[in-house]
C-alpha cells in the first residue's frame, strides 16, 4: 500500500536518524472543517499508519519507551533510569494529534456530511482507542476543544475521567459514547464498500466487534473508580461473546506490515535493531529471567518453574549456543547458564556497562518484530535475518481473554470463571506466537515449517528448523500456570504476569496494567526509586542506578504546555508532589 509505505518511511527517516525535538503545540488544532478535501479511501490508512507508529514498539513510538519501563526491554534513553523532560515525547505527541487524529477526525466531519457512516464508524472506533491510550499514559489532554482549527487555537485539557466517563454540562462526550456512535454508524454503513482499511480490509462486523472488545478493556481499566466496579456494564458485555473479538484469524486489532524495503513496509521495531546496525535496543533482564527462570529478580540457584517454551520465538541471540561462557568483565549480563544470552542491566555503572557490541547483544526476535528465530547459530543480525512482516498488536484476541480472566477474578468474584479465561488467554497467546512461526517458516525456504509434534522440546535447545510449538508443550505449559493460580493467595498476580510475557512488544498497555494492579511485581535498579509505589523490588546489583522515581505517567510535549495560554491547560510538567499526579484509574 503505498501511502502506508511512504508514511512509515517518512517516520522512520525523521526519527530513526536521531531528529529530536517535539512537534508544533498547535497540531492539536489541525483544522478538519476546512481543509483540501481528501478521499476518505486515502485518509485512512494514514490514520492506521500513524496509530500503529506512533504508539508502536520502536524508537518513532510510545511502546518502546513503555517497555523500557517495564523491563521488557533495556535501552541507554533515558525513561529506562526514569528521566524525562518534555522533548521526550514530543513526537509522539505531535504526531498522534497531527498525523493520525486530525485526519481521523476528517474522515468523522467529510464522512458525515457524505454521509459513508462505515468510514465515519471506523474513524469514531479508532479515535476511542487512540485518546484512552493517551489518556493513559498523559493523563489530562486536548479532547472535546482539539481539532477545531481557528475556532479553537487554545483547547482545553480536558480532565482524564471526564474523557473517559463524560462530562456534559463542559461538552465532554466519554469514551463509550463515542464508541457506541462509532457501532450504531458501522451500522447505517452497511453496503458502503470501505477501501484502504490495513486493519480488517473493510470489515464492519470486525470493527463492531473491536468497539465492544475496548469498552470492556476501558471498564477494567478503570473498576477501581467506582464502588460496584462496573459490574453490570462488564456483565452485559462478558454475556454475548459472539459480539466480542473472536480467536478466528485476522481478527485481531492490529497493523499489519509487508516485506518490502523499496518502498519502506517492514515492522519499524525491525528497522532499528536488524537493518540499523548500530541497533536500538537489549533484551530487559527482568522480562528473560521470568521466562528462564520463574523469578525475574536475579539467576537463582535452581530453576523455579521450566523454562518457557516461547523464548526462542521472542529473542534472538547473536552469539552461537556453543559460546563458552565469557568473563563478567566482558558482558555487563550474560546468563551463566546460557552464555549466548548477553544483555546490559537496566540503570548499570558497572565496568562493563558501555562495553555490550551490537554485534553479540541479544536482540527483539520473531514474535516482537519480525526478526530472527533463535535457531543456536548466532550471527551478526542484518536485514537478511528476518522478514520484518510481524504486525504491530495493538488489541489481540488473548488479550481480551486476560481482561476476561482479571474482571472474572476481582469484579465478578468468580474464581472458576477467571481460571477458564486465563486457560483460553494462555492457549491464545501460544497460537499467536504459532501463527507467525507458520507464517516465517512457510515463507522462508531455508527454515521450512514443521508440522506440530507431540514430542517434548527443551526451550533452551532450538530445534533445527522453525516450526510450531508442539501441544504437549503448551498443555504442560498450560497446566503448571493453572497450578499456580490454583495455589496461589493473590491469583490476579499470577494473571498478570502471564498477560505481562504474553505483551511483549505492547508496552503502553503493561504500563497501564501494572499501574493500576502493581503486577507483576518488577524490578527497578535501587531502592530510592521505589519510593511509595508498590509492584517494584530492588534488583538487589550494586552497581546499578536509577535517575529518581519510577514514573507514573509520561511527560507532555513541553511545547504544547508553552503555547497554550488556556486557564485549563497545565503551564508545568506534573511531579510526585502534585495531588493529581497520579491518572485517575491508577489507585
Known amino acids: 500500500m503505498k ?49 500503529s507508529t506512533y504508539l508502536g514498539f520502536s524508537i518513532a513510538g ?42 481521523n477526525e476528517q474522515i468523522i466531519t467529510q464522512g458525515t456530511t457524505e454521509q459513508r457512516l462505515s468510514y465515519v464508524g471506523i474513524a469514531q ?39 473517559y466517563n463524560g462530562n456534559p454540562g463542559l461538552g465532554i462526550q466519554s469514551l463509550f ?49 467506582r464502588a460496584d466496579g462496573f459490574r453490570p456494564e462488564i456483565s452485559a458485555l462478558l454475556a ?12 485481531d486489532f492490529e497493523f499489519k506490515y509487508g516485506t518490502s524495503s523499496t518502498p519502506a513496509n517492514r515492522n519499524i521495531g525491525f528497522l532499528a535493531d536488524y537493518v540499523d546496525v548500530g541497533r536500538e535496543n537489549s533484551i530487559g533482564r527482568y522480562l528473560y529471567l521470568l521466562m528462564r527462570y520463574g523469578n525475574g529478580v536475579r539467576v537463582p540457584s535452581s530453576n523455579l518453574r521450566s523454562p518457557d517454551p516461547r523464548i526462542s520465538y521472542y529473542f534472538f541471540n547473536q552469539q552461537p549456543a556453543a559460546t563458552a561462557a565469557a568473563s563478567t568483565a566482558t558482558y555487563d549480563f550474560q546468563d551463566p547458564a546460557r552464555p549466548a544470552f ?41 536485514t537478511t535475518f528476518g522478514r520484518g512482516s510481524v504486525a504491530q498488536r495493538l488489541l489481540p484476541f488473548f488479550n481480551l481473554k486476560f481482561l476476561e480472566a482479571e474482571a472474572q477474578l476481582v469484579v465478578l468474584n468468580d474464581r472458576m470463571a477467571a481460571r477458564t479465561a486465563l486457560e483460553a ?53 498450560r497446566n503448571a500456570v493453572l497450578a499456580r493460580f490454583d495455589a496461589a493467595a493473590q491469583p490476579l498476580q499470577i494473571i498478570m504476569e502471564e498477560k505481562y510475557v504474553s505483551s511483549f512488544g505492547m508496552g503502553p498497555d503493561i504500563y497501564t496494567d501494572w499501574r493500576r494492579t502493581g503486577f507483576p511485581i518488577i524490578t527497578v535498579p535501587d531502592n530510592a526509586n521505589i519510593g511509595s509505589n508498590a509492584g517494584l523490588v530492588e534488583d538487589g546489583d550494586a552497581d546499578t542506578r536509577g535517575a529518581g522515581l519510577f514514573p507514573r ?34 489507585r
Open 3 to 51: 501511502l502506508r509505505s511512504i508514511s512509515t518511511a517518512l517516520v522512520v527517516s525523521s526519527l530513526l536518524l536521531g531528529t529530536s525535538g517535539c512537534k508544533d503545540f498547535y497540531d492539536v488544532n489541525v483544522d478538519p472543517i476546512h481543509p483540501i478535501k481528501a478521499d476518505l479511501q486515502q485518509l485512512l490508512p494514514v490514520t492506521q499508519t500513524a496509530a
Open 62 to 103: 510510545i511502546g518502546q519507551a513503555t517497555s523500557a519501563l517495564m523491563g521488557q526491554l533495556s535501552n541507554g534513553r533515558g525513561i529506562g533510569t526514569y528521566q524525562q523532560n518534555g522533548d521526550s515525547f514530543g513526537n509522539q505527541w505531535g504526531g498522534l494529534y497531527s498525523d493520525m487524529l486530525a485526519n
Open 125 to 163: 472506533i479508532q479515535k476511542a482507542y487512540v485518546i484512552s491510550q493517551m489518556v493513559d499514559m498523559f493523563g489530562d489532554i486536548p479532547y472535546s476543544e482539539a481539532l477545531k482549527g481557528a475556532a479553537n487555537l487554545a483547547p482545553r485539557y480536558d480532565k482524564d475521567a471526564d474523557i
Open 177 to 225: 459514547s463515542l464508541i457506541d456512535d462509532g457501532i450504531a454508524n458501522l451500522d447505517k454503513g452497511k453496503g458502503v464498500i470501505v477501501r484502504n482499511d490495513l486493519i480488517y480490509e473493510g470489515d464492519l462486523a470486525k470493527w463492531a466487534r473491536l468497539g465492544r472488545t475496548l469498552k470492556l478493556k476501558l471498564y477494567v481499566q478503570i473498576r477501581k473508580t
Open 240 to 251: 454475548n461473546p459472539s459480539n466480542l473479538m473472536s480467536s478466528a484469524p485476522n481478527n
Open 342 to 382: 548477553i544483555t546490559i542491566r537496566q540503570g548499570s555503572t558497572g565496568p562493563a556497562s558501555n562495553g555490550i557490541s551490537s554485534n553479540t547483544r541479544t536482540l527483539p526476535g520473531l514474535y516482537p518484530v519480525g526478526g530472527r528465530w533463535d535457531d543456536g547459530r548466532g550471527g551478526n543480525a542484518n
Open 425 to 477: 488467554a494462555i492457549d491464545a497467546s501460544f497460537a499467536k506466537v504459532n501463527a507467525i512461526a507458520l507464517a516465517e517458516g512457510t515463507s522462508t525456504p531455508a527454515t521450512p515449517s514443521s508440522p506440530p509434534s507431540q514430542t517434548p522440546i527443551n526451550p533452551l535447545v532450538p530445534p533445527p528448523v522453525l516450526g510450531v510449538i508442539p501441544p504437549l508443550v503448551i498443555e504442560a505449559y
Open 553 to 586: 505517567r509520561l511527560f507532555y510535549s513541553q511545547g504544547s504546555l508553552t503555547a497554550n495560554p488556556n486557564p485549563a491547560a497545565p503551564k508545568r510538567q506534573l511531579t510526585e508532589s502534585d495531588a493529581n499526579y497520579r491518572i485517575f484509574w491508577d
